[in-house]
T-cell receptor
């Protein structure tokens, strides 16, 4: 199956700093990538849809100025958590969409655990 | 808006038992449905994907079914093992977006 990587796998930062998370599709091109957030003992919640070459589409309640998304190429999307605070501590997971005539499947990265002190 | 519900929220069974996890969705305009496994602190492992035109998929001891008309999917695990202990998530793709259920926490004890 297709492979999606995330970097870093975990990060600890001080309150007020910014953190960038990378999501890469390694063996296919993805026009669309997705960013999810998962709090402890909860399911994945879609934060935003990242579109190559255009602005991201954010879900209701997600602050676009706080969670900056850049999808500059067909294999890379980045999520920057700006001015992070302890409540932003979470597990962030990306996925890359593989679209074709007979397929529409998302492949998931291994996740990034963010801890804000 | 698609909503996905999983029952039960948690399940504890003895080793060797066959079990069924349930998933229901509200919008029948579903392109496909996936079952994932998630171990504590880890990412998602895709188990089975059922296209809307299919009724079931099998992989080893796992069998997943899809009934669009009733808005239901089930994941059947045969001869459960302690290594099957994890959280199982179902998710449906509709209008290009994936909506996840809350998950079922499965514990298989020796």
């Amino acid at each position: 199956g297709a492979v999606v990587s995330q970097h870093p796998s975990w990060v600890i930062c001080k309150s007020g700093t910014s953190v960038k998370i990378e999501c890469r599709s390694l063996d296919f091109q993805a026009t669309t990538m997705f960013w999810y957030r998962q709090f402890p003992k909860q399911s994945l919640m879609l934060m935003a849809t990242s579109n190559e070459g255009s602005k991201a589409t954010y879900e209701q309640g997600v602050e676009k100025d706080k969670f900056l998304i850049n999808h500059a190429s067909l294999t890379l999307s980045t999520l920057t958590v700006t001015s992070a605070h302890p409540e932003d501590s979470s597990f962030y997971i990306c996925s890359a969409r593989d679209e074709g005539e007979s397929t529409d499947t998302q492949y998931f990265g291994p996740g990034t655990r963010l801890t804000v002190l | 808006k698609q909503e996905v519900t999983q029952i039960p929220a948690a399940l504890s069974v003895p080793e060797g038992e066959n079990l069924v996890l349930n998933c229901s969705f509200t919008d029948s305009a579903i392109y496909n449905l996936q079952w994932f496994r998630q171990d504590p602190g880890k990412g998602l492992t895709s188990l089975l994907l059922i296209q809307s035109s299919q009724r079931e998929q099998t992989s080893g001891r796992l069998n997943a079914s899809l009934d669009k008309s009733s808005g239901r999917s089930t994941l059947y695990i045969a001869a459960s093992q302690p290594g099957d202990s994890a959280t199982y998530l179902c998710a449906g793709t509709s209008y290009g977006k994936l909506t996840f259920g809350q998950g079922t926490i499965l514990t298989v004890h020796p």
